[in-house]
């Protein structure tokens, strides 16, 4: 499950400026994605300096590293420019992240959606992703937080679009020394 984070309205941060790399104005960029190789494909993108304020950057050349990205932006041409972006924030629009393999979600997208059980019924939302070997949905259900592994056992249809994911056995999620299995 890619891990871009939602910033502000459709805005996602993809990466964070974290210094100068060399003489000539380019960038040691601390990839946040989870697909470093977008910003081979990437002519532009909106950066946000530390003040917040954004503005779209035209990209002219990079280079993976195993720790991110070396990114050339025109118009930036001194260590000294580089140095004074750093924190800088790289983000894209909804429209420009990168697109997934089917039954892959964006956190963000997950973020809020309603919860039902398999007949239907409301069991509540999902409030946090923890990510992990198997990443684990919070359902906040009024009083109660039930925790969800995100595979095919434990969760059904995801329906970005239509706001909902469909929960097997939740009431055995929800009420674990029910199955035999607790002490």
């Given at each position: 499950?890619?891990?871009e ?18 003489l ?10 989870d ?6 494909a990437m ?40 140095e ?9 629009t ?19 959606l309603e ?27 009024g ?37 035999g299995?607790?002490?």
């Amino acid at each position: 499950m890619p891990d871009e984070t939602r910033q502000e309205p459709d805005l996602y941060l993809i990466g964070k400026v974290v210094a100068a790399h060399g003489l000539q104005g380019a960038l040691r960029v601390h990839a946040l994605t989870d697909f470093p190789e977008r910003f081979l494909a990437m002519k532009s993108c909106l950066c946000r300096s530390k003040n917040s304020a954004v503005r779209r950057v035209q990209i002219k050349r990079v280079k993976l590293t195993p720790k991110g990205a070396i990114l050339v932006l025109e118009g930036v041409t001194t260590r000294e420019e580089a140095e004074a972006m750093a924190g800088a924030e790289f983000c894209v629009t909804r429209e420009e992240r990168w697109p997934l393999e089917e039954s892959m979600y964006y956190i963000s997208d997950l973020m809020h959606l309603e919860v039902v059980d398999e007949s239907g019924g409301h069991v509540g939302e999902i409030s946090d992703v923890t990510r992990g070997a198997q990443d684990i949905l919070h359902v906040n259900c009024g009083m109660e937080e039930v925790l969800v592994p995100l595979v095919d056992e434990w969760v059904g249809d995801v329906n970005i679009e239509a706001g909902k994911v469909v929960v097997k056995n939740f009431d055995l999620l929800r009420n674990p020394d029910e199955t035999g299995n607790g002490s």
